[in-house]
């Protein structure tokens, strides 16, 4: 079984691409700097996915200290 759908990982690649072109931004509505980090662009490529309904698992969430 998939862990990401066919078209959750075309979002990634395109954001991956932005990244590499120099058109991703970071933050609400892309008002934040341009993306350097490989991983920070697959996030976003992730994130964008998540919100058009896609099949991606959930985010894991911050771990709690002890």
Same mark, same amino acid.
Do not use: C, N, W
């Given at each position: 079984?998939?862990?990401? =759908?066919?078209?959750?990982?075309?979002?990634?690649? =395109?954001?991956?691409?932005?990244?590499?072109?120099?058109?991703?931004?970071?933050?609400?509505?892309?008002?934040?700097?341009?993306?350097?980090?490989?991983?920070?662009?697959?996030?976003?490529?992730?994130?964008?996915?998540?919100?058009?309904?896609?099949?991606?698992?959930?985010?894991?969430?911050?771990?709690?200290?002890?």
């Amino acid at each position: 079984m998939a862990k990401y =759908s066919r078209s959750a990982r075309k979002d990634v690649k =395109s954001a991956v691409r932005r990244r590499k072109k120099g058109t991703l931004k970071s933050g609400k509505g892309g008002k934040g700097g341009t993306v350097k980090s490989r991983k920070q662009a697959i996030a976003i490529g992730l994130s964008e996915a998540r919100e058009k309904g896609k099949k991606v698992p959930k985010r894991k969430s911050a771990r709690k200290r002890s």
